[in-house]
């Protein structure tokens, strides 16, 4: 599964776990979905989003095509 979510944390200079505080996710929830280990839920998608200041559209093309 592609999704941009590394690509886009490192535009803006964060850490996983800086992310996933900013989520309100586990750390190890981001390192999976950025690996594409783990499929996120809507709900993870969105919190993400939100996170990162960009539509869900951004980060998880493929998921969305």
């Known amino acids: 599964m592609e ?10 200079c ?3 776990e800086a992310l996933a505080k ?3 996710l586990s750390r ?6 950025e690996r594409g280990s783990h ?3 809507g709900r993870t ?4 989003a939100q996170a990162l ?10 998921l969305l095509a």
């Open 53 to 62: 200041g960009r539509p869900v559209a951004d980060l998880f093309p493929a």
């Open 14 to 16: 964060i850490s996983q």
């Open 45 to 48: 998608m969105m919190k993400l």
């Open 3 to 12: 999704n941009r979510l590394r690509v886009l944390r490192a535009e803006r």
């Open 28 to 33: 190890v929830t981001v390192n999976r979905v």
């Open 39 to 41: 499929i996120p839920d």
């Open 22 to 24: 900013l989520a309100g």
